[in-house]
């Protein structure tokens, strides 16, 4: 596809013709058409990522970095074209500042395992917040455990927004690192990363930032919010699963030992000793996965192609008509109400267990996420077991908004 055009000239978001990109949004289920609503969990892939992973397998397929052959060289070329694909993406200042990984989850325990190797000491605070998912909170719990550290946590307010003035509190000559997310996956909620960004190096503190809600759904430059660290996953930006990316600057990245040895992310080897590689291969060891990289990269110009800008501007247009839909609805509880949101949606039904709220939609064709969301210490602060949660993104519809309301209606009916 080809968009043109500054961003308040361009036309809106049409998802009807964007739906014909992605094959499985034309599936049925039984007798339903398939409405997905668990983009948070993970998005799907449009024909052309499909057809770029099918084009590297079947002509360019070989390893990376090791070989003077044709295929070696094309593979290279596709891999590393992938990484440029991410750094412009991300407006990194160089490509070496980008660390493939296999998702989110991977690239903040690399920094736990070497930062913290490097730089947290007995006595020392991580700071994060209670809307972390649990890839963003265990990691420092062990190595907390470790080190001897200890792991602080700025407290939320009943809506689901982070308490500014109580995570300044926390932010003392202690702290080592902030670790926070960008966009809440289990509420939604939007923090306001560079404001917090700006506090901590105040400080002189600095900053990782989950950012696996927040690259599909606003336009995220890492120069402009100043983090230290930016991680985000590949499954949730429209690419294969299995890749993600670590953004750090090169000022931390050089300090940082290598997390795991192995081929690739090595200069010399005797067996006395190593020396490693340079940026961003000392945190690359072994064959990466290489075409999911190059999937991500197509995912990229994909996304990049319709407008960043454009697909937040059609996802608030969703939240908040599916919010007013839901909020008609007697006997339904949104559950994280902050002013500033992605377009995540979590709620409970009065005398149902979303377990079971998930599986009459799914009879309803309906896919939906039901449970803790990986984020266990946030469902206590809120005072429920679970949530049902339907994410949306491009490709949905308002009439989808609909089906969702009816399908909640059809819950309520079912259960009395």
């Known amino acids: ?130 809307l972390e998912h649990h890839a963003n909170l265990v990691p420092w719990q062990m190595l907390c455990q470790r080190t001897g550290a200890r792991l602080v946590v700025a407290p939320i307010n009943d809506a689901g927004e982070l308490i500014e003035a109580e995570f300044l509190a926390r932010l003392g000559p202690r702290t080592r690192l902030v670790a926070i997310t960008h966009v809440s996956n289990a509420l939604g909620t939007i923090l306001p990363v560079k404001a917090l960004v700006a506090a901590a190096h ?102 990049q192609a319709i407008g960043i800008d454009r697909i937040a501007a059609h996802e608030q247009r969703l939240l908040t008509r599916a919010t007013a839909l839901l909020a008609d609805l007697p006997g339904v509880r949104l559950i994280g109400t902050a002013a500033h949101k992605a377009a995540v949606i979590s709620f409970e039904v009065a005398g149902v267990h979303p377990h079971d709220v998930g599986s009459i939609l799914d009879s309803e064709g309906i896919a939906i996420r039901a449970g803790h969301h990986c984020a266990q210490p946030l469902m206590a602060r809120l005072g429920v077991p679970a949530t049902a949660r339907a994410s949306f993104t491009f490709y949905n519809t308002l009439e989808e908004c609909e089906a969702l309301a009816r399908g909640l209606r059809t819950v309520q009916e079912i259960f009395g």
């Open 1 to 130: 596809m080809s968009l043109t055009g500054s961003p308040e000239l361009r036309p809106a978001l049409d998802p009807a013709a964007l739906r014909n990109d992605f094959p499985i949004l034309s599936r049925r289920l039984g007798d339903k058409p398939l409405v997905y609503l668990d983009n948070a969990a993970s998005t799907q892939l449009p024909q052309p990522v499909l057809d770029r992973l099918i084009h590297y397998h079947t002509h360019e397929h070989a390893n990376v970095h090791r070989g003077v052959h044709t295929l070696s060289q094309e593979a290279t070329q596709a891999y590393e074209g992938a990484r440029e694909r991410v750094r412009n993406f991300l407006n990194a200042a160089e490509a070496a500042e980008i660390i493939f990984t296999r998702g989110t989850t991977e690239a903040i325990n690399l920094v736990a395992n070497s930062f913290g190797a490097a730089f947290v000491r007995e006595g020392d605070e991580i700071l994060v917040s209670a």
């Open 202 to 303: 105040a400080q002189g503190v600095p900053v990782l930032v989950d950012g696996a809600q927040a690259v599909l759904h606003q336009p995220v430059d890492v120069r402009d919010l100043d983090a230290d660290f930016y991680a985000f996953s590949g499954h949730k930006l429209c690419a294969p699963t299995g890749i993600g990316v670590l953004y750090g600057k090169r000022s931390w990245l050089d300090r940082m030992p290598p997390w795991q040895g192995g081929g690739d992310m090595i200069r010399v080897v005797t067996y006395e000793e190593a020396t490693y590689n340079d940026l961003p291969y000392k945190f690359e060891a072994g064959t990466p996965p290489i075409a999911a990289a190059v999937g991500l990269g197509a995912a990229i110009d994909y996304l």
